[in-house]
C-alpha cells in the first residue's frame, strides 16, 4: 500500500531542498528517503547495493529471445534509477527486464541511450552463456 505524505515548506527552503533534490537527481519521494536514511545512521549505498544482488533461481527475464518491449522495460528501469526512484526488497527479490535496468542505472546514472542498449544486449548474452551451463 502506498501513503502519501505532505507538509509545507516557506520558499527559502523549498528552493534550497528543490536544488538539492534536482543536483542529486532524485524524486521529491528519493529525497525523502534519503533523508531518513542519513538520520537512521544507516548508508543509503550499502543499502542501495543490496538491491543488486539476485537469486538466479527467481529470474524473471524472458529466456532466450527477449523482444522489443523488454529493452523498453529495461531502458525505463534504468531512468528510474537516473531519476533517484527507490525500488522496494520485493520489487528486487526476483530478477526481470525492469529491474535491472534499475540495478545498472543506479551503477551507472546518466547514460547513452546507445551505451544501455549495448548493455541490454550484453545481458541477454550473458543470460543465454549462463543458462547454457546449467
Known amino acids: 500500500m502506498a501513503r502519501e505524505i505532505r507538509f509545507e515548506l516557506d520558499d527559502d ?3 534550497e531542498m528543490k536544488e538539492i533534490k534536482d543536483a542529486q537527481g532524485r524524486t521529491w519521494a528519493g529525497l525523502f528517503v534519503a533523508g531518513v536514511r542519513e538520520l537512521d545512521g544507516s548508508d543509503a549505498g550499502e543499502e542501495r547495493l543490496d538491491g543488486l ?6 529470474d524473471q527475464r524472458v529466456f532466450p529471445e ?7 522495460s529495461f531502458k525505463a528501469g534504468w531512468t528510474k534509477a537516473e531519476n533517484g526512484e527507490e525500488f522496494g526488497p520485493r520489487a528486487l527479490k526476483g530478477l526481470s527486464w525492469h529491474n535491472l535496468g534499475w540495478r545498472l542505472g543506479m551503477l551507472f546514472d546518466d547514460t547513452p541511450t546507445d551505451l544501455k542498449e549495448d548493455l ?3 545481458c541477454v548474452e550473458q543470460q543465454r552463456e549462463t543458462r547454457q551451463d546449467e
Not at 544482488?53 to 527467481?58: G, P, Q, T
Request: hydrophobic share 20%; net charge neutral.
Open 66 to 72: 527477449p523482444g522489443n518491449d523488454r529493452v523498453g
Open 53 to 58: 544482488k539476485h537469486d538466479w533461481d527467481a
Open 13 to 15: 527552503r523549498y528552493e
Open 120 to 122: 541490454y544486449r550484453w
